[in-house]
Each structure stands twice: as structure tokens, then as C-alpha cells.
Nanobody, 121 residues
């Protein structure tokens, strides 16, 4: 029922910026945590940024100082601002939401399909 859709990825030069969007749709009761992860070819998925229901934020060590996560609760959306991009930032960026659906009171995690970010030099 609930779906997450990421957008905003693309090709950018080293040092450039991108703004990624994640929008959840469907019957949603409440959203607690929204996260951004990324996965480069041949590597494990790693945390980029996370924001919980209290507004507390955590960033992955590799991106601290270069990224910013924000949320729009009314739109069930999360955004990821990527700055000073490097070639090692290349990968598929995935959004995750931990939420309760209207027809299911149990918390569940929903993943989007991902959006490709490619940083060239």
C-alpha cells in the first residue's frame, strides 16, 4: 500500500551539488524515521543520513559536513542536499521510511527503488 519514490539523481561534476527527494504515498498513519542510504558497485549499503520523529539527525562519517537531511511532515517527504560531491559519492541512493500504515498499527520499514547519483571529474 505505502510506496516511496526517490528522485533528483543524475550526473554531476566533482564539487557540484544535487538535491534528492523522497516522497511516501498511500495510507500512512505516522512516520517515525526517514533515512537515506547509498550503495556503490561492489560495496555494502551505507548510511548517509537519518532523521527520527524527534528531529534528531545522524550522518554517515563519509559525508559529514557535506550533506543535509530535511523533512516535510505534511508531504511525507524527506530531502537530501548533497554538496561538494566527490567521485566516491557515486552510487544508488535509497530512501527508507519507518512508519505505521492506516490499516496496520505495526511499525514497518519501506524502501524506495533508489536514484542513481554519478559524480564525474
Amino acid at each position: 500500500q505505502v510506496q516511496l519514490v526517490e528522485s533528483g539523481g543524475g550526473l554531476v561534476q566533482s564539487g557540484g551539488s544535487l538535491r534528492l527527494s523522497c516522497v511516501a504515498s498511500g495510507g500512512i498513519s505516522s512516520v517515525s524515521v526517514m533515512d537515506w542510504y547509498r550503495q556503490a558497485p561492489g560495496k555494502q549499503r551505507e548510511l548517509v543520513a537519518s532523521m527520527n520523529e524527534l528531529g534528531n539527525i545522524n550522518y554517515g562519517e563519509a559525508v559529514k559536513g557535506r550533506v543535509s537531511i530535511s523533512r516535510d511532515h505534511g508531504k511525507n517527504a524527506a530531502y537530501l542536499q548533497l554538496n561538494s560531491l566527490k567521485s566516491e559519492d557515486t552510487g544508488v541512493y535509497y530512501c527508507r521510511a519507518t512508519l505505521r500504515a492506516l490499516d496496520n498499527p505495526r511499525p514497518q520499514s519501506i524502501w524506495g527503488q533508489g536514484t542513481q547519483v554519478t559524480v564525474s571529474s
